[in-house]
């Protein structure tokens, strides 16, 4: 009796949820190839999927009384709610995101990958000497890839060509590859101390990765998505016991000013799609 009580009491969360579960599954469907029938030039599924997006948009646009009183920013709110589904979410029914955005979205999260790195760079001294150099053979070559990553996404906002978007797909997939590979040395860290301090330095890195192949595959088509996934021989099921989602939300949540419950769902939607495709 409680869930109905709450269903009365909060109908506009109530509404948002179900049409952000529809949005979600008319996605997983899409790409499993499952189409419930044709409905002009398109299926019934990506059908239903725009239809609930629209929906969104308009109740997020809605100015109830009960918003009046926080004003603009609950508004802004479900917009950045929808915003963020767009953007990690890689939903047939919109086409993914284009290469540009992605792109751009990758060079936006420059200096979050940058302090992110750096901080990872300063954590060896800070460990015992043996589980140090276990450490920094792990990722010594961080520095070289986000760098070369995030230069490959402005030469891809340079000339956005096929090639040009090939090696971005493959420059995402091995710095996301070394950092999975990096999380997996610091848990056989023996010292417990150091064990810890390793694994939590490294969630910023793997966090952004993470969001960035998400990214990517959602501007790639389905070859180059197996491709990618094919190149990805550390799978997200081996690193999935030492990430530490709270802190990856909290980090999401601040870089596209979202709240953390939102980007609490949008992680766990990215994950499952990242894992369908193989990765």
């Not at 792109?103 to 001294?125: R, Y």
């Not at 978007?165 to 999380?183: D, P, S, T, W």
């Not at 192949?213 to 799978?235: C, P, Y």
């Amino acid at each position: 009796m409680n869930v109905f009580a709450n269903i009365w009491k909060h109908p506009r969360t109530t509404v948002t949820g179900v049409l952000i579960s529809v949005t979600t599954v008319a996605g997983v469907l899409s790409q499993q190839g499952l189409t419930l029938g044709h409905a002009g030039s398109g299926t019934v599924v990506t059908l239903i999927g725009a239809v609930a997006s629209a929906l969104l948009g308009l109740l997020a646009r809605d100015p109830s009384a009960a918003s009046s009183a926080q004003g603009s920013s609950t508004t802004n709110v479900k917009l950045g709610a929808w915003a963020l589904i767009a953007l990690l979410l890689p939903a047939p029914f919109v086409s993914g995101c284009s290469g540009v955005t992605v792109a751009q979205d990758i060079v936006n999260w420059t200096p979050a990958l940058q302090s992110s790195v750096a901080t990872v760079d300063s954590t060896a001294a800070l460990l015992d000497p043996a589980d140090a150099a276990v450490f920094i053979g792990a990722t010594v070559g961080f520095d070289a890839l986000s760098s070369a990553l995030v230069a490959q996404a402005k030469a891809y906002l340079a000339n956005p060509s096929a090639s040009v978007l090939a090696m971005l797909q493959a420059q995402i997939v091995g710095f996301e590859q070394q950092v999975k590979g990096a999380l997996l040395a610091a848990a056989h860290i023996t010292n417990a101390k150091s064990q810890q301090h390793a694994l939590t330095v490294l969630q910023a890195v793997a966090t952004i990765a993470s969001t960035m192949l998400a990214l990517v595959q959602s501007a790639s088509g389905k070859a180059a998505v197996e491709r990618m996934a094919a190149a990805s021989t550390v799978k997200l099921a081996a690193v999935e016991p030492y990430l530490d989602r709270e802190a990856a939300a909290v980090l999401i949540a601040r870089h596209y000013d979202e709240p953390v419950a939102v980007a609490r769902v949008q992680l766990a939607q990215a994950e499952d799609v990242e894992m369908q495709a193989g990765f």
